[in-house]
Each structure stands twice: as C-alpha cells, then as structure tokens.
C-alpha cells in the first residue's frame, strides 16, 4: 500500500471548492453561563465524532455545521443569532467571534437549531433513544420490549418526525444561501428523515448520510412498526451517499432495501435504485486524530496518572477497559469472564489489576440503571472471589477523564473491548497508537474496528464468557516479540487510516459524483487496510 | 389453480418405490406402564409434525421411522427389539405387531433410538431447548443471556454432538439394510448434524433436512459461538435438499451459508454449493389433517364443549388463542392489546370473552416459568381494570385438551395469533377449517402461515400493542359478509394445501431428484396457493 500522497487532505480533495453543510446532533461546542460571574462560557464538544467533524470543519474554505441547541444557554446564543450562522473561534478555547473580529486560527460558521422541548423530549429520549439505539444494537428483550403503543407513535411524528424537519429546514435554508449547489453531509440515527426532505426541497443537492451505529439486518427492524421502518429507510434513500464503518453494515442496509422496501438492490455494486435515482451504499470506517489525542496524551496530568498508575502496579499486568456503562459494551460479561480466568489460573492471582474506567451513561433509563447495578455486583463479585489485603483484582472508577485514559492506554498491558455490538469503537484505535508496553488488544468481533484490527488482535466471541477468558490467557501469556509485532501492525493502520483519509475519501467521492463523472468512485475495496481480501 | 389430481398421493409421488428412512425427535408413539395392571400402555404421539408424519409412513409401502426413546418404558422398547425396527400399527389405538400378526390397518416399522441419560440431558435440555430454540426464535436478552460457558461447550461435544451421532448411526444402519438407496427424511432443530453424517457413510443417500422452526438471520446465529454455528450449518449441508415453512427462512439460511460460511450462493435458483455437491434449499409450508381433526372436532367431548361455551356466552363475541406458554407466543402482549381495546372501546364490556387455552411448557427452565407468571399477572390486570360480578373479559385455562379446543375453533369470533416468531402456526389453519361462525383470522406476520394466509386475516404487528388493540377491534367490527368471505377463503387454502399435498410435493422433488433426470424440480413458486405474486 503506498503511503498517502501529501495531496490527500480533505480540503485537497474538494478542490473544486463546494461549499459543505454538515448536521449533527452534537455540536463542536456548547454553552453555559459560569456561577459566579454570570458570563457565558464555551465548552469543546467531547466524542469521536465532533473530533472528527471538528477537523473536517476547520479545513475547508466554505462549511457551516448545523447542530441541535442543548441546554438554556444554547438555546440562548441560538435565538441572539437567529438562526443565522455565527463564526466559532476552535482553539485554544472555543468562542464565537463578534462581526469584525479577524482573530486567526482554525474556524468555521455554525448554526445552533433550537428544538422545543416537548419536541426534543420525545425525538430524543423516546425514539432516538431508547428506540432507535436499542434496535440497532439489538438490546431488546423481545419477549418483554419493547412494547410499543400510543406514546411511540405519538413521539414518532410529534417529536422524531418534528425535530427532522426543523433540522432539514435549517439545511434548506443554508443550501439556499450557497451560490453554488452545496455538499450536504447529515450524521447518525437521530436524523434518518432529512436526506429525503433535504432531497424534495433541493433535488440537485448532493446529500450523504453517514450512520455512525451498527446497521442490523431486516430482522431487527421488524421489531418497528412497518409504517415507521419504511418512513426511515425512505429517508435515507432520498441521500445520493449512505455510509457506514463496515461492509457488514452495509450489507444489512442494503437488504433492508430489499426484503423490506422491495427496491432492486444490487450487492456487488453497493447501489439500491429508488424513482429513477441511484443510492451509492458506501464503506468508510471512522478514525481518531492523532494530533490531537497525543497533545492529550502528553500533558502534565496524564504523566501524574502514569506516575500513580506505575507506583500502584509495580510489575504487574494491567487490563484495561475504557466505556460508557452502555449494556451494548457487555462490561458484565468481561467481568465474569475475568472472574473464571483467575479460577482457572490462579498463577494470575496477585499479579494482575483490570482496571474499567466507565462512565455512566443515560441513568434516566431504567435499562441503563439496571445495567450500572449489575455491572458493580459483577465486579464486587470478583474482589470477592478472588481478592486479599494486598490485592483486589478489579479497579471500577467511574469517572469520564481523557488524561486518566490516555495514562491508562499508554500503561496497560491488555485492552479490552468486548461489546456485543459497537459501531466502530474508537477506544480501540487510541489505545494502540498510544500504549507504550506492546499491549494486546483483545478484541469482539462485533465491533466495527474488528474488520481492520481483528487480524492483529486476539479475538472476543461477545456471548462466550468461556472463550473469553481463555482469549485473555492468551493474551497475557502472549510472547513479547508477537506483542510488539502485533500493536505495531495495529498502530500503523490507524495511522495511515486516520480521521484526515476518513474525511478525505469521502469528500473525494463526493467531488467525483459531483463533477461530469461519476465512474471514479471508491467502492471501499482500495481502502482495506488490512491487506484482506475484501 | 387446477384441483389436486387424483395421482397427488404420496404413495403415486413415490412411484419408484423408493425406501424411506424418517428421524424425528418425538415419534408416533410412546409407551408407559399401567399404574394397577402393570401392562405396558402405548399413546399416540401428538402435535403437528408426528400426526403429518404419520400420515406419511403409513401411505408407503416401505419406510421406517426412528425415533428417540422418551421414557423408561421406550427404553425398555428399544432394548428388546434391540436396534431392529417393530412393527407398529396406528388405529384405532397404536401397538406393536408381534411377529407374524397379520392384523390390517395403518402401520409401518418403527426404530426408538436409546440416547442415554446423560447424554439426552445435555443435548435437550442445554443445546436443542433453550440454545437453538431461544437462538432461533430470538428469544435472548442479549445484553443478559446467553453467557456461554464450559456447561454449554461440553453440552454441545458430549451432548448433541453425541446424540446426533448415535441417531445418524441407526439412519446410516436402516440405509445398509436397503437394497436400493432409500430417501433419508430428518427433521428439526434437534438433528442438525446428521446430514452430514449420513452423507459421509452414504454418499448415494437422498437426504433431506427439514426445519420447522423459524430460521433467523446471520446476526442471530452470530450469537453462538463460529465454532459450533459453522458445524450445525455445515452439517444441514451434507443433505441434497435442506426445507422450511417459508422463502423467509430459505433466503435467511442461504444468506447464512454466505456470510458465515462464505460459500457460493444463487439466491434465485435457491442453491448453496459445497464440497463440488449442490444443496437445494425450498419451501414446503406444512398444513394439517384435516380428516383427523374434523374426527375430533364432531365427537361427544366436544359438542358438548360447544354446548357449554354458548351457554355461557349466549350471543357474546369470543376472542380465542390456543398456545403453549413459550414466550414466542407473545401472549402477554397480547393481553395488554385486550386491556387497550377494552379502554378505549366500552362498547365491547359485557359483550367480549377473550379465552385463552394454554398449555403450561418447560416449566423446568426459568424464563418459562417466569413467563407463565407474567401470563397470570396480565391477565389479571384485564380483569381487575375492566372485569364486574357479570362479566370477567379474560377466561384463562390452563389445558392440553383437544375436545375443547376443536368447540373454541368452532365457536370463537376471533382467533388471535400474535406470536414474535413462529415456524409456521398450525393453530390458524386448524381454526379456520373448524370454525363455524365466520370467526375473523386476527395473525402475526412473524408466523409461516401469515406467508399462506395474510391477506384474509387481520394482521398482527408483534411489537406494537397499540396496533394490536385496533386490530382486535376491526376484526370485532368487521361487516359479517367480509368475514364469510375471508373465512372461506382461508380454509379452501388450507383445504388445497393439506398435510398430504405438503408430503406430495416434497416426494415429488425427491424422486425427481433420484431419477436421471433433477431438472423438474418444484421451486416453491407453483405452490404459491394464495395466487400472490412469489
């Protein structure tokens, strides 16, 4: 694989200058006022994706982003700018920039869209989640839920239905104002109905929409009603680009189409054909900045942390797991399989801490409440076990704390990731180009990263506590040349597929479908960076 | 459609007079000891599959039917005729025929198969019930269960590997004894290695598989482990024809062989090629007898039934569902659909019973009898929210009794069946045959019979209560002209594609199969009775 030509940047692919409006739930920044002064504050969006978004924004000539006002104080800053794009100042500390303050450094318009509560309410915490997220992660109990009535159809059109149309209005109004047809890029399961509104209002629009979660087959989507499941996939074909991280995703998108929608579906070409348009079904697979997550990495307070951490494990292993309490992330599991390991192999005992750094996450909803509980009985489980005066095997801390992490990634020895459905898992990813001690990722096949890491990491079968435990055996037992051999591996493929190539090659594609031809596409096979055979 | 001819009987299919070997878990009969005389007793088998099957065997002139020994007294059974088929006639009550008893009638060899204890009690209890079934009908809180561990690898090795081999042995010795090569007929989730088996003592053997439970898409069976998904695939795949219920379940199987397999697949012609051989995959959905089921339905026990019932309803509507209490039965949800109708509509109180007779299932095994208590606490709340000292809207009995069933068929208004998945339901065929009051087909699409019956039934969207609830109340408010209609046309689809023609047609393919010529193959496609497009 030749390395990527300096050419290769996201601005150098949209040469031809097409302006961009990009969507997103989450924004690059969010609002508050402080408690004492009672001045406004700005705080940087967290999460792979805003990241990612973040970089894309700042490099090209002419982007807005358009994202959801989340607390008073952005409600705020959007009613004072009237739905009009202000100009957010990124580094060192995010602020919007007053009319005439030319302040350099990475910047780029955005427009904040208030959604009124009892819209957001049900958009959000009924159909976006719990609904959407569990189907897609097949986290329901189906002989139990979910059992849909009144209030899903009813926060279906009067919120989820409601809330895309005032993001697709914003996306209407800003492709107006573009003199040129603008690219309009639309993110993830909260806004599946605006590639076909966006679609109605501006036929010549070039429009993608990426989902960043997985894509389960027709199956789990019978789960939804029909009426709502179509609407869904509707709207997603009224985009030119649907996108996901995996060819697996893909796949299941595309036989929705099929078995669901009865539309001709063509699985080589990754094409679905809907009223007379062509839908390109695409493979992009999310990446991390690099950049940005080692100035994270080597600040003053993530050396501190490797300082306690080193002090705390002396010679021993470490094993490390870095989530949201999501029961997606099967952290229950990985505890009990961790609990059968030291049963079995007492020679761990004593010698070995799994650390889990959890945050918690959407403890309103009674699944992830129940899960939370869970996740500390299994862990109480194994101290109890196992655990003496000297030592207690698991270390839970909840805490959300990247100079923590970024310690906790360069130190350990095994990082686990064994969910039973993930998107992507970006933690992976920052954990081998970050780890100083050829750690072994131990890796679910359920995840999306597992397509271009599985190969260099031993692999978690997410429902097999049993094979999960040996496959951390293994890993701790793994000899160190085969370490070192297999993070390296790992970490020069993230390097070379990096958030910069993830955004390139899409905007690369885009600019080909948007000039006289179409034919140069990337179909995902030239970007397989594991030398697989696709 | 043209009437069956006349020629349309297994035996005529069968024209070559091909032996037959059949394997089935539960057989055509089963023996015990008389409490006071100590005699040995012999009981007809029941449910679907072993009254079609009986059907069957005893139509050809040469086929044998083994079957695993379920109680002491089979096993006493199989060890005196040790190995060697018996001779077992079915009317009017079965028995073995001694050596020389020329008594004339319905009868045929018959093989029960001893699988010792400790093996039997892995292999159904761990892997066939709750494994494959929970797997197969998506029953699994995957964020919970499974968690597969050492119990479940030693039940798979040293319990249904073992038992599949011992049944594959006693198919593979009545193969020998043939003198030409018969035709091998397995059946169901218990079994899925034998074909493989077979195959590899057999090369010459025509075998075919079928599955009559659903066969869910590749992420369900990504639940188990690679290891033990690609051998039970691997294993149908030895056989020359592998059967469903429904084009669903084929085109899940073939996409299966494709992504965890990664084998050549032509989802057109409905083939899968392995090892230089090419697997047929088709769809026979199974119906009933209805000769036999009309001979219950018009004895004294059940007219009598039927007495009782009008008695108590007097010109009340009767809502029915027949079911055993798994939980791909939905029937708590179905209760919650009643309370919702019986909310929102007054007009019904008074005037609606809903009787549910169920048939208490696997109590042995917790999310049963948890399911069965969630059962009794939904129907109670029905009652308590809606019930009065005249009226009581839920009947719930706890019976297996089929004189009472055949007098609900025959008297019910509705039939409800609104299962989460379902290999085929014969329930729904069986009422529509019986019943005599237009009653009004009220059934899940996530049935097989939906496929045959769909468009005279209201239709039934598992997961969404609400729906549910209108559904009930249209089929309650349905003009009676449209009800005769729909009914009579259901039934004349179940007359046309009764249990024999489900025999035919599949002996049909199998000896077109074994003579020079495999070219007239049915497709499925002319078996389309309800004349919708394929």
């Known amino acids: 694989m030749p390395p990527l030509r300096s050419t290769d940047s996201p601005r150098a692919a949209m040469s031809t200058q097409i302006p961009v409006v990009l969507l997103s739930h989450r924004g690059p920044v969010s609002f508050d006022r402080d ?88 958009f959000y915490g009924v159909i976006s989640n719990p609904l959407l997220w569990f189907v897609q992660h097949r986290l329901y109990d189906l002989t139990r839920s979910p059992s849909l ?14 809330a895309n149309e005032l993001a ?22 909260h806004f599946y109905l605006v590639g076909d509104l966006v679609r109605q209002s501006c036929p010549d629009a070039l429009i993608s929409h990426f989902v960043h979660i997985p894509w389960p087959e027709p199956d789990s989507w019978r789960v939804l009603p029909p009426d709502m499941r179509n609407r869904l996939l509707n709207g997603l074909l009224g985009c030119d680009i649907v996108a996901f991280h995996t060819r697996a995703d893909a796949r299941a998108f595309q036989l929705c189409c099929q078995e669901l929608l009865g539309l001709p579906t063509d699985l080589r070409s990754m094409t679905v054909s809907v009223a007379g348009r062509t839908v ?31 002090h705390t494990l002396g010679t021993g292993r470490l094993i490390l797991r870095v989530d949201r309490t999501d029961p997606s992330k099967n952290i229950v599991r990985g505890f009990q399989a961790y609990d059968l390991l030291l049963a079995e192999h007492p020679e761990h005992h004593g010698n070995v801490v799994f650390l889990a750094l959890l945050q918690p996450s959407r403890q309103d909803v009674k699944e992830y409440a ?71 990722l131990a890796l679910s096949e359920a995840t999306g990263a597992h397509d271009e890491l599985g190969q260099f990491a031993v692999t978690l079968h997410p429902f097999d506590v049993a094979q999960q435990a040996e496959a951390l055996h293994e890993a701790l037992t793994m000899p160190p040349q085969l370490r070192r051999e297999r993070r390296e591996h790992a970490a020069l493929i993230v390097h070379r597929n990096d958030v910069k190539r993830w955004l390139t090659v899409q905007l690369r594609d885009l600019a080909a479908l948007a ?13 397989d960076h594991t030398g697989r055979p696709a």
Chains 1, 2 share one sequence.
């Open 168 to 189: 697709a209005d914003a996306v209407i109004e800003q492709v107006a104002k573009s003199a040129t047809p603008p690219v309009v890029l639309l993110h993830d399961y």
């Open 370 to 440: 129940d899960y939370l509980a869970a996740i500390g009985a299994a862990a109480s489980s194994v101290n109890a076990h196992h655990g003496t005066g000297d030592w207690q095997p698991v270390d839970l801390r909840y805490a959300s704390d990247m100079a923590l992490a970024t310690a906790a990634y360069r130190r350990c020895d095994v990082l686990v990731v064994n969910a039973v459905a993930d998107g992507m898992n970006l933690v992976a990813k920052e954990a081998v180009v970050l780890n100083e001690r050829d750690m072994v």
């Open 515 to 527: 000039g006289p031809d179409g034919s140069s596409w990337t179909d995902g096979a030239d970007r």
């Open 280 to 310: 390109r079904v695409r493979v992009y697979p999310i990446s991390i900045d690099i950049p940005a997550l080692e100035a994270i990495a080597h600040t003053d307070a993530s050396d501190e942390h490797l300082v306690d951490l080193d």
């Open 149 to 162: 009535g009144r209030e899903e159809r009813t926060a279906f059109e009067e919120g989820y239905v409601v």
């Open 35 to 122: 408690a004492t002064s009672g001045e406004r504050t700005a705080t940087r969006g967290a999460g792979g994706l805003v990241t990612a978004l973040s970089g894309l924004a700042a490099h090209l000539d002419e982007a807005v982003w358009v994202f959801v006002a989340a607390g008073e104080e952005d409600v705020a800053v959007a009613r004072e700018t009237e739905g009009a794009p202000a100009r957010l100042l990124l580094d060192p500390e995010p602020r919007l920039l007053e009319d005439g303050d030319d302040q350099e450094g990475r910047q780029f318009p955005v427009r904040l869209l208030e959604i009124p509560h009892e819209v957001h309410e049900p």
